[in-house]
């Protein structure tokens, strides 16, 4: 069972920087694809960035430009580095990871992101 660990959050003004990291233990991190979602009060969860197991990314149109998915295979982390960041991207940010052999899923506990306007 993977274990994922984030870190990063915190409250920014509108226009501002975050990165978000997420340790993953307990797995072979190059067979982990990986993904960034968030989740706003009353809202459903949704993704924001994939990271494969490539390192190859993709990301909702919401964060395309502003948003960078990274993976550095050393540490076992992945990164989103968050940029002109707006009262709308505020919510809890979730790292998921999908094992690619096993077809397991696992989920970190969460950081919240704050953006004021």
């Known amino acids: 069972q993977v274990q994922l660990v984030e870190s990063g959050g915190g409250s920014v003004q509108a226009g501002g920087s975050l990165r978000l990291s997420c340790e993953a233990f307990?797995?072979?991190?190059?067979?982990?694809?990986m993904g960034w979602y968030r989740q706003a009060p009353g809202k459903q969860r949704e993704l924001v960035a994939t990271?494969?197991?490539?390192?190859?990314?993709n990301y909702a149109d919401s964060v395309q430009g502003r948003f960078t998915g990274s993976r550095d295979y050393a540490r076992k982390t992945v990164y989103l580095e968050m940029n002109s960041l707006r009262p709308e991207d505020t919510g809890t940010y979730y790292c998921?990871?999908?094992?690619?052999?096993?077809?397991?899923?696992?989920w970190g506990q969460g950081t919240q992101v704050t953006v004021s306007s």
């Open positions: 998921k990871s999908f094992n690619i052999r096993t077809r397991q899923e696992s």
């Open positions: 307990g797995s072979i991190f190059s067979l982990l694809n």
């Open positions: 990271i494969n197991a490539g390192g190859g990314t």
